[in-house]
């Protein structure tokens, strides 16, 4: 499963998932300040 964390009006977000939606895989969008926000960003990824 793919996870792609994103944020509103994000042109890369887009073609990520444009290219899952292509290919026919299988992914989950998590969306800044609905699905998490900066420190739980930062949790996650703390190299980010």
């Not at 009006?9 to 998490?36: I, S």
């Amino acid at each position: 499963m793919i996870e792609i964390y994103g944020k509103h009006n994000c042109p890369f977000c887009d073609k990520a998932k444009f290219l899952c939606k292509r290919n026919n895989l299988e992914y989950v969008y998590k969306q800044l300040d609905e699905d998490f926000d900066r420190d739980a960003f930062f949790a996650l990824f703390p190299t980010a």
